[in-house]
């Protein structure tokens, strides 16, 4: 196959222009002029980086109408869900230039030289953080704005100073093919190399495995399936030189009804629960597809309204034929498990629409089944009624890392709330109180990311302003004279709002 | 085997008491325990784990000059050495106590609520970093106290919050129990559970595979060989949760001779070369293994000199019996190289001691020949000729990751070094001017880390207090009450010296 089209969701038919299906010899040209331009992208001023950034931004805006008309019929979502995505990805991209001319990024450190000290002299030390080097982002498949061709992972890479190589997703290539024109169109306004970023496209895992084995690429950013991410993850360990991947991959989000708040309002939550459940056909790494809670009238209640909101909820067209088809899968497998009994099914759909699913089991079942505690991506949940706070600890305690853990509580409940936080902590990347998982603001306080098999790396976030850290190492340099330190290490550099380090002492 | 001793360094014999060997039992007794432990221990104040890290240094020194004989004995290292060692052991637990005080480590950040927001509020988002668990911790052959079981590992680990369960070196188990029993009594007079630190010891590498594999185990600290380093990391994937293993493997730390420094003092070099490269017996992890220069006049008087003191350096007693024998078969492999020429071997040694050794290529030879550019652990060194600047660029290219780079340059080398600098920052984790890798300062912008293989992680650095990073991850809170907040991220703990990030701009 030499060329391929995206298929419309709705439809499951072919739609839209061909694209040439890029092989092992694109993979080797993007990737060398990435190489090749990374000292002089490293190299640009704090402020010209900003700017590219923000160039980006704007000249996806100038895309129009044209980028959201392709992404719906790409994706199956509707208008103003992807007006939104654009939104964050252009937001995401002005944070990101925020970040980089604040300069805190660059963690920069100095311990200037001691030479009266005994026995020994001390030199003088600094330090920095510089890019890795070419960063490969994989498109996800469920936002082809904010997590694909522009989006975070190419945001906060290109923030660092790394060239970008993508790899879009083959559910959108029209959809990716605007914002990487866009984003060629401001490496050239900025001056800068066009190796600063590359995009390959075809519908082969082939693609995808040739980039990460690459050796010019020094990282990997990537969000989707959790085969696709392990996968990914040992292609890069077993490189001559492994390089660190982030993955963010797979989670069940539970949400944890503690017995006040579900006694005050259970009937109220369980409609609030099925609203995030079902947002965007439940096509969230951060959808809620486990509840927690302790049997009683309360939770009768919760699963009542639930019940009857999941019975009413509309179809809704999936991203991909292939994701419908593996939601379909994950129902069935759940209704037919003797163990679980299906609570309510939604609306039925057509073709490529998924409708929601709620199920329910007790703790017992759930502790003996693993395969109810994996991820079936789509608007499905299951209720996992304890019998008592034990039986909720020890069903917390079994889970995988996930990207979210979710209290809902009173006041009541808050001692509760202290036993299972330290539980929480350490299964989860982000804990709420009283909202729903879905919704991942792009701040500087966000996690979007948490404990295997959540992501291949917890140290990590791939959402907010921390993102940029995982695309950076420390160099230092000892005895250096100002000519050959780098200008923001200098001496007269101090004053330029980047905060330093010095002698351990934060100085800003 | 149920018991073992340790080998005098200077004798090849066994000395000493005998060890119970520690089998899995000991292993999951440990870790087990070290998990038990970890909810008291990182919920500790900041005040009470700095005194905690404070009270370990008493202890060590407490023990008095037994410590010193136990480890000269068993590493055949000389006194001041180890004095010198142990200072530098007691003075990175005090400067961890005082990184721990200071609270720069939890990386505050605090995202307000803004509930008037169009379109959507923002919720309250904080973050901070929390441990990531239980650390196994390899002690090194070369430094038996400060890479050992009170060392630069365990001491960050204990620092961000993480049990401590080490592997201690076969080779020092006296010195290593000495130690280890000074810090089980600072757990126990700081009221701590006893699980936060465990000592494991045994010949074998089964013991250590064991503790990878552990399931309660979160990340690897190692500092030994490429290959040890690798196989803990190959475990570490390979596990049903994959961990961070921060393995410092292998460096031969390219020493760069350009022209003018030469012309100018090629002799003072020479001499003060080969008092590095035998600092020691050469068993430093950056240790000079590589000199790279372009020919001419300077480096011929450069060699001169170095073959001289090298020819009159006096041989030394190795660590271990093993590592003299790896570095005689690694200086029998360079001597019997046709393309490597000989130029000066040191006074010849008796049993387990090791003579300096120094050898002589041209950049061809050793472009085409991999295993010249493998460290061979010890003073030995090799002098690559380059025709130009374009051959020394190429050698530097070819070479692999390092922990150093060093410069030795004038101020009319200074547009030669600006060339080459860039490379150098992809290659090395600290590039020096005008010194010797060997002495690394334990202080805030130190970095004693590198690309692979130097380490198999080079966002971190093993040695100074960025050195904690490695064991923390980040969590957020979303809409927590100011009850359920960790105390660092209340509204009432502003103030307390900690720097905060408050929607973006870093506050003291």
Same mark, same amino acid.
């Given at each position: +196959?030499?060329?391929?089209?995206?298929?419309?969701?709705?439809?499951?038919?072919?739609? @839209?222009?061909?694209?040439?299906?890029?092989?092992?010899?694109?993979?080797?040209?993007?990737?060398?002029?990435?190489?090749?331009?990374?000292?002089?992208?490293?190299?640009?001023?704090?402020?010209?980086?900003?700017?590219?950034?923000?160039?980006?931004?704007?000249?996806?805006?100038?895309?129009?109408?044209?980028?959201?008309?392709?992404? +719906?019929?790409?994706?199956?979502?509707?208008?103003?869900?992807?007006?939104?995505?654009?939104?964050?990805?252009?937001? =995401?991209?002005?944070?990101?230039?925020?970040?980089?001319?604040?300069?805190?990024?660059?963690?920069?450190?100095?311990? *200037?030289?001691?030479?009266?000290?005994?026995?020994?002299?001390?030199?003088?030390?600094?330090?920095?953080?510089?890019?890795?080097? *070419?960063? /490969?982002?994989? @498109?996800?498949?469920?936002?082809?704005? /904010?997590?694909?061709?522009?989006?975070?992972?190419?945001?906060?890479?290109?923030?660092?100073?790394?060239?970008?190589?993508?790899?879009?997703?083959?559910?959108?290539?029209?959809?990716? #093919?605007?914002?990487?024109?866009?984003?060629?169109?401001?490496?050239?306004?900025?001056?800068?190399?066009?190796?600063?970023?590359?995009?390959?496209?075809?519908?082969?895992?082939?693609?995808?495995?040739?980039?990460? =084995?690459?050796?010019?690429?020094?990282?990997?950013?990537?969000?989707?399936?959790?085969?696709?991410?392990?996968?990914?993850?040992?292609?890069?360990?077993?490189?001559?030189?492994?390089?660190?991947?982030?993955?963010?991959?797979?989670?069940?989000? *539970?949400?944890?009804?503690?017995?006040?708040?579900?006694?005050?309002?259970?009937?109220?939550?369980?409609?609030?629960?099925?609203?995030?459940?079902? +947002?965007?056909?439940?096509?969230?790494?951060?959808?809620?597809?486990?509840?927690?809670?302790?049997?009683?009238?309360?939770?009768?209640?919760?699963? #009542?309204?639930?019940?009857?909101?999941?019975?009413?909820?509309?179809?809704?067209?999936?991203?991909?034929?292939?994701?419908? =088809?593996?939601?379909?899968?994950?129902?069935?497998?759940?209704?037919?498990?003797?163990?679980?009994?299906?609570?309510?099914?939604?609306?039925?759909?057509?073709?490529?629409?998924? &409708?929601? /699913?709620?199920?329910?089991?007790?703790?017992?079942?759930?502790?003996?089944?693993?395969?109810?505690?994996?991820?079936?991506? &789509?608007?499905?949940?299951?209720?996992?009624?304890?019998?008592?706070?034990? %039986?909720?600890?020890?069903?917390?305690?079994?889970?995988?890392?996930?990207?979210? /853990?979710?209290?809902?509580?009173?006041?009541?409940? %808050?001692?509760?709330?202290?036993?299972?936080?330290?539980?929480?902590?350490?299964?989860?990347?982000?804990?709420?109180?009283?909202?729903?998982?879905?919704?991942?603001?792009?701040?500087?306080? +966000?996690?979007?990311?948490?404990?295997?098999?959540?992501?291949?790396? #917890?140290?990590?976030?791939?959402?907010?302003?921390?993102?940029?850290?995982?695309?950076?190492?420390?160099?230092?340099?000892?005895?250096?004279?100002?000519?050959?330190?780098?200008?923001?290490?200098?001496?007269?550099?101090?004053?330029?709002?980047?905060?330093?380090?010095?002698?351990?002492?934060?100085?800003?």
């Amino acid at each position: +196959m030499t060329e391929f089209r995206s298929v419309a969701a709705a439809t499951g038919q072919p739609q @839209g222009p061909a694209f040439a299906v890029h092989g092992p010899q694109d993979v080797a040209a993007a990737c060398a002029a990435a190489a090749d331009a990374f000292d002089a992208y490293r190299a640009t001023s704090l402020e010209a980086r900003a700017m590219f950034l923000e160039r980006i931004a704007e000249e996806i805006l100038a895309i129009g109408d044209d980028l959201i008309e392709a992404a +719906m019929t790409e994706s199956g979502l509707p208008r103003p869900r992807l007006e939104g995505e654009r939104g964050r990805t252009v937001g =995401q991209l002005r944070l990101f230039a925020d970040v980089v001319r604040k300069g805190a990024w660059q963690q920069l450190r100095i311990d *200037p030289a001691l030479p009266e000290r005994q026995p020994l002299p001390r030199p003088d030390i600094r330090l920095r953080m510089i890019p890795l080097g *070419p960063v /490969a982002v994989f @498109g996800a498949s469920n936002f082809p704005l /904010a997590f694909s061709t522009a989006g975070g992972d190419t945001a906060s890479a290109l923030a660092a100073g790394c060239p970008v190589v993508v790899k879009g997703h083959p559910a959108h290539p029209q959809t990716g #093919a605007l914002v990487a024109a866009a984003i060629a169109r401001a490496v050239a306004a900025s001056g800068l190399p066009a190796g600063v970023f590359s995009h390959l496209v075809g519908p082969s895992n082939d693609l995808g495995a040739a980039l990460v =084995q690459d050796p010019r690429v020094a990282a990997v950013g990537f969000t989707g399936s959790r085969s696709g991410g392990l996968a990914l993850a040992k292609l890069a360990q077993a490189r001559g030189v492994p390089i660190p991947v982030y993955a963010e991959m797979s989670s069940i989000n *539970p949400v944890l009804l503690l017995p006040e708040a579900l006694k005050a309002r259970g009937e109220a939550l369980g409609t609030a629960f099925v609203a995030s459940l079902t +947002m965007g056909a439940g096509q969230f790494c951060t959808n809620p597809g486990l509840i927690l809670a302790i049997e009683g009238e309360g939770l009768d209640a919760f699963t #009542a309204a639930a019940t009857s909101a999941v019975q009413a909820a509309t179809a809704q067209t999936m991203l991909t034929p292939g994701i419908c =088809q593996a939601y379909a899968s994950g129902v069935t497998a759940l209704e037919g498990n003797a163990g679980v009994e299906t609570l309510a099914k939604g609306q039925p759909g057509e073709g490529t629409q998924g &409708g929601a /699913a709620l199920f329910r089991t007790g703790a017992a079942a759930f502790l003996s089944d693993k395969a109810m505690g994996h991820e079936v991506f &789509g608007a499905a949940s299951v209720v996992v009624v304890c019998k008592d706070e034990a %039986e909720l600890l020890a069903v917390l305690k079994g889970l995988e890392g996930q990207l979210t /853990a979710t209290l809902h509580l009173d006041a009541a409940d %808050e001692a509760l709330a202290e036993r299972l936080l330290p539980v929480l902590e350490v299964k989860a990347g982000r804990i709420l109180a009283n909202g729903w998982p879905t919704g991942v603001e792009v701040c500087h306080a +966000m996690v979007h990311g948490g404990p295997f098999p959540a992501t291949s790396d #917890a140290r990590t976030t791939s959402v907010g302003s921390m993102a940029i850290d995982r695309f950076l190492r420390p160099v230092s340099y000892q005895n250096l004279s100002a000519n050959l330190l780098p200008p923001s290490l200098r001496d007269d550099a101090f004053g330029d709002g980047a905060p330093r380090l010095v002698d351990g002492v934060l100085t800003i």
